[in-house]
């Protein structure tokens, strides 16, 4: 028995020691800050390569397409543009992102290019991120491919650069169902509120899947969804409605809001909202689309369009392709206004970079037609094929490529394209969001009022939920307006009335 | 010197504490030094700042605070009250299974929903309590019970965390008891069986207080998790509707401090947690050994 134990515990000595000696073979420690090859401010072609470390969500080692891509660019730095720059990327481990990036930058790595999805304000806050104004001005590319809503964000916030269309959440039913219904003409040619009542009416009571579908309209979980649709018909069209007398008012606590949560009462009670849709995932809601369960849905504007259209096509037939339904009418038309404060995801490059300027060439070439070409159509011949002189896109695209960096509305290709970047559905979704955009007047909620903040918002929460699903009477909106002006609301409503311009 | 004469003796046998040892001592110990954080703003670059209580004064004043620390207590002594005694009761019942095929097979049934994640553990729960289709209300249908939407409502979703709960770990946690039963000498049980004890009697007689020190061990060490309320089972499933019945000071820490990055208020809340967890700890370590004269240690 002793030896047994003794050969045991050498065993697990032995393990140990092998792993320490495999960890401190990677050699790079967990707090060094500066990048390798530190002082090279220009690699030229026969130099030294730059070591440019990057983290980027799902962009690591472990994952052969972005490592290709990574490879890809590199060549493609060297031949276009003479820099001799070699990326690494950053593995972070499973689970959130934000929250894993959070540990990585607090622990002191901080690479060069960060991708952040959440919680760069922090790191902001710290003088940790570049301000890229300045580089923006002097680029070559990427100050000509930059959006409006970009700009007006990189104005107040100049640390995060997030080049891609608007992408709000978009409604959308199946084709097939869409022209079997008769009201489906009158929401088309003028869909005001009323029209969607009837639209939503029609489809539960008609049925045009047979015994499907069961409600007309689902979510994921809460309204923020369903919002997209019907926000601005109310007025809710930014976050602080401008009053009579001049003074804003929290939008969610405004008469409009009560308006639009009886609407939402009424589609709920009669049947015509998911009944579970707070219970609903993103997952089971999608699921709920494509069974016919629920006849509409929203999706993020784009290539999440055409892939419920790609899919609903695959389950139920060609005839049942997705159509992008309108935003709905009323005191205005949208799909609600862009919160232009900050991007709210993006890439910063890190201000203790030594090679900050070959950061944002990199992210400059990716903006010229050379690096679009690799960044949005994928590998030759793998993800297209040139033919007579024209890109051909093919189904690997379709099903897997996607823009790592920038994706501004019009491509500007050296080789035309054959075949488009996104699918009918997609594009028209895409179209809309830009033709309904509008800019909002929120803010950074200060960090004072953070927790009173989160305490309100679920105030909203839980009592909009409840007027909705008919536990609580709206006649009690006027006790929420006033248990949220208690939780923090007055001041708050203070500061954006001393602050909105 | 005795207990030193007997290391020296068993030296191996203490030898392999070592790694477990150093996992403490990396893993909990050594971190116990981070818990400075609680009282500085962290800073990537430079010195962090000492900012003494502003943490735990934030902590303390939001609004939020009260009622989070209303739904932990009332959470966590829910299932201390509800949940706690369901192993030891599985474990009497098993142990009382004759058949050992018929065992093993409860036995694996009762660990099973133990290596499912609260993810998972969720997505199974909405579905069967789900008013139009799911098992539970179509059951309660049969019986002329109106349906319920419990993961909605305020009066029915803490109830549904105490059946989730036991559903997944009261046979895991059984374990600990099945072990201490195996160890009570059967020569006492056939003692008992000769004077005519039933098998009712055996288990109240013999098992149980045998259970007992096992029983007050597990409570004690149980009490120091008193204000973790289950955080994974919280968020996967919360929802708009019950928030204010179902926000657990995990969850707020969460969405304030991880989710902002606001790393040193969440280690104040943590620490505060802790430190909470240490009082009941001691309390009730010392409580029990002046009323059965056993506890922790």
């Known amino acids: 028995m002793k030896k047994v134990s003794l050969l045991l515990i050498i065993a697990m000595l032995g393990a140990l020691l092998a792993a320490c000696s495999s960890n401190s073979n990677n050699g790079n420690g967990g707090n060094d800050p500066a990048p390798s090859n530190a002082g090279t401010a220009e690699p030229g072609a026969s130099a030294d390569p730059v070591t440019l470390k990057i983290v980027y969500k799902d962009e690591g080692t472990a994952n052969p397409v972005s490592v290709k891509f990574f490879q890809e660019l590199e060549k493609a730095l060297q031949e276009d543009e003479g820099l001799n720059v070699k990326f690494e990327l950053v593995d972070l481990a499973q689970g959130s992102y934000a929250e894993n990036l959070n540990l990585l930058l607090l622990g002191g790595t901080i690479p060069d290019i960060i991708y952040f999805q959440g919680g760069d304000q922090q790191i902001a806050d710290q003088g940790l991120l570049e301000d890229l104004t300045p580089y923006i001005e002097k680029s070559t590319y990427i100050k000509d491919i930059i959006l409006p809503h970009n700009k007006t964000r990189m104005e107040s916030y100049p640390y995060l650069l997030w080049i891609k269309p608007l992408a709000p959440k978009t409604p959308v039913i199946r084709a097939d169902w869409l022209n079997a219904v008769d009201s489906s003409k009158a929401l088309l040619e003028n869909p005001t509120v009323d029209n969607y009542y009837a639209f939503f009416k029609e489809l539960v009571e008609k049925k045009p899947g047979g015994d499907k579908p069961s409600y007309a309209l689902t979510a994921a979980g809460d309204i923020a969804e369903i919002n997209f649709i019907f926000n601005t018909a109310f007025g809710l069209d930014t976050t602080w409605l401008k009053k009579e007398d001049g003074t804003y008012e929290y939008s969610k606590v405004s008469q409009n809001e009560k308006e639009k949560l009886a609407f939402y009462n009424k589609l709920y009670s009669e049947g015509l909202l998911d009944p579970q849709f707070i219970t609903k995932q993103w997952d089971t809601k999608e699921d709920a689309f494509y069974k016919g369960e629920a006849a509409v849905i929203t999706g993020t504007a784009g290539k999440i369009i055409d892939l419920y259209d790609g899919r609903m096509k695959e389950l139920n037939g060609d005839g049942a392709n997705v159509v992008v339904l309108p935003p709905a009418k009323g005191e205005a038309q949208g799909f609600g206004a862009t919160d232009v404060t900050k991007e709210s995801r993006g890439l910063a490059i890190s201000s203790q970079s030594p090679h900050k300027d070959i950061a944002f060439k990199v992210f400059d070439y990716l903006a010229s037609p050379k690096g679009q070409e690799l960044d949005r159509l994928g590998f030759e011949n793998e993800h297209y094929t040139v033919k007579d002189g024209q890109i051909e896109l093919n189904d690997k695209y379709y099903s897997e490529w996607y823009a790592r960096f920038w994706e501004p509305l019009e491509m500007k290709s050296e080789t035309p394209l054959k075949t488009p970047l996104l699918g009918e559905p997609g594009t028209q979704s895409l179209k809309a969001a830009s033709d309904y955009y509008t800019e909002d007047n929120s803010f950074i909620i200060p960090e004072q009022f953070v927790a009173n903040w989160d305490a309100m918002n679920n105030l909203y929460k839980e009592y909009s939920t409840d007027f909705i699903t008919g536990k609580r009477n709206l006649s009690e909106f006027d006790a929420f307006v006033e248990a949220w002006y208690a939780a923090g609301g007055t001041d708050v409503t203070k500061y954006a009335n001393e602050n909105i311009k | ?297």
């Open chain 2, 1 to 297: 010197m005795k207990a030193l004469r007997r290391m020296r003796k068993d030296w191996v046998i203490y030898a392999m504490l070592f790694f477990p040892l150093l996992y403490f001592v990396i893993f909990h110990v050594i971190p116990l030094y981070g818990m400075k954080l609680a009282f500085q703003d962290y800073r990537i670059l430079g010195d962090h700042v000492w900012v003494g209580w502003k943490h735990f004064k934030v902590l303390f004043s939001s609004p939020a605070f009260g009622s989070v620390m209303e739904n932990t207590i009332i959470i966590s002594l829910m299932k201390i009250i509800f949940v706690f005694p369901i192993p030891i009761a599985l474990s009497l019942l098993i142990n009382e299974v004759r058949s050992s095929k018929y065992r093993k097979y409860v036995q694996s049934v009762v660990y099973l929903p133990h290596f499912l994640s609260w993810v998972v553990i969720a997505g199974i729960w909405i579905s069967l309590l789900n008013p139009t289709d799911g098992g539970v209300n179509l059951i309660a249908n049969l019986f002329g019970i109106p349906s319920v939407d419990y993961m909605t409502s305020k009066e029915h979703i803490r109830w549904v965390f105490v059946v989730s709960e036991i559903w997944r770990s009261a046979g895991w946690d059984s374990i600990i008891y099945l072990a201490a039963i195996l160890k009570i000498s059967p020569g006492l049980y056939e003692a008992a069986k000769i004077d005519g004890a039933s098998r009712l009697q055996q288990m109240i007689y013999i098992t149980l207080p045998h259970l007992y020190s096992t029983i007050v061990t597990v409570f004690i060490l149980n009490l120091g998790f008193f204000m973790n309320a289950g955080f994974d089972q919280v968020f996967n499933f919360m929802n708009d509707s019950v928030i204010s019945v179902v926000d657990i000071l995990d969850t707020y820490v969460y969405r304030i401090g991880i989710g902002n990055g606001q790393f040193a208020y969440a280690t104040a809340a943590s620490l505060f947690k802790g430190t909470i967890g240490i009082v009941l700890i001691l309390g009730t370590h010392f409580i029990s050994k002046r009323i059965s004269g056993k506890g922790v240690w």
